[in-house]
């Protein structure tokens, strides 16, 4: 199929008639906030006037606000004043849904907390993301690796000894898809019942659940479940490859089938006849002489050979890539998964859409990640604020 007609296919948002007031940092809350504005609800950013903290950090927390953040309006104010918070109280009449993930006890601090809202609209959703749920640890601070560490995923993810977090947000982006997934339900049930729901997810129990699989393996056998890395795979030929340009390669052959078409792409007649390696487990039993043997082989190959033969066999495979490899992938590219973000030193760049068809069609972005208080004064122009109010209000550093 040719890209155009790919790039034809815009998503009719589902969302559309959605409020979204979202109080958040980092990367959990902002990114229920994402799935929300990326499916076409209206969701305003509120953030200090100085600016989210977010914005401003380095190392791995340089992409965050950017990446976060695209298709929202950002109100800057200072939530501490009366006024700011008066404000705040007039855009939640109009408003759906409310995202927070500070820590806990710090929106009823500000006087922003669910039980003060739902007076001002019973009807509304409000999304509570923390680092655990209901229970002992409840009051605890908690961040993507911590829960990682403490949650098991650390331990499958190195090699024994030496506890590794995965490679990205993991917990957090996944913490935040469940907040979505949350608010989703509530505002099915209010549909149903006109009332309002308290929706809370957190990262200890996330992480939990995606380690649920190994809690149930371990409830199976009676020694302790080796680290991913050190696994024994069910599958006789499932490993990284070196290849003869010094580069590597994932192959995965996964039943009978897919071993006598791989045989026959490298033509390998000898593997394909030797009854030895006719089954997986028999694959397996010979391990010892048998993966040396197809490590050698494989090396003998360049990458884009082994490729071509593992396409050519319809076998599971994967190019050993890093994260500026996916820019120009072909699939991402022309299937329409990327769009153009506009980042914080003014470069357009390709980040990934959300990751779903729906009904055939994508989500498009509407606007790139907002600067600090761009929309506060359209925002205030709707609550009825005269010109004058505003200026006042921006005099006294109310807003941005």
Partial sequence: MCTKHYKNKIMVNPLKDIKVLEFTHAVMGPCAGFLMSENGAEVILVEPTKGSPTRFLKG?????????????????????????????????????????????????????????????????????????????YEKRHAMDEVVQMMGGLAYMTGRSGDPLRAGTSVVDITGGMFGYIGILQALYEREKTGKGKFVKSALFETCAFLVGQHMAYQSQVDYPIPPMPERLSAWSIYKIFDTADHDKIFIGIISDKHWKRFCQAFAWADFENDVRLETNNGRIDEREWFLPELNKRIKSFSK?????????????FAPISEPSDLFEDKQLNIGNSLSEVKMKNGDMVKLPKFPLEYGGERTKKISDPPEI???????????NHSKEDIDALVKNNIIK
């Fill in 373 to 383: 208080g761009e929309h506060t004064h359209t925002i205030l122009n709707t609550l």
């Fill in 60 to 136: 791995f927390g340089t992409g965050y606000f950017w990446y976060y953040n695209r298709n929202k309006k950002s109100l800057a104010i200072n939530l501490k004043s009366e006024e700011g918070l008066q404000i705040i109280y007039d855009l939640i009449k109009e408003t759906d849904v409310v995202i927070e993930n500070f820590g806990p006890g710090t929106m009823d601090r500000l006087k922003l907390g669910y039980e003060t809202l739902k007076k001002i609209k019973p009807t509304l959703i409000y999304c509570s993301l923390k680092g655990f749920l209901s229970g002992p």
């Fill in 304 to 316: 884009n050979d082994i490729v071509q033969k593992c396409e050519e066999a319809d076998i599971p």
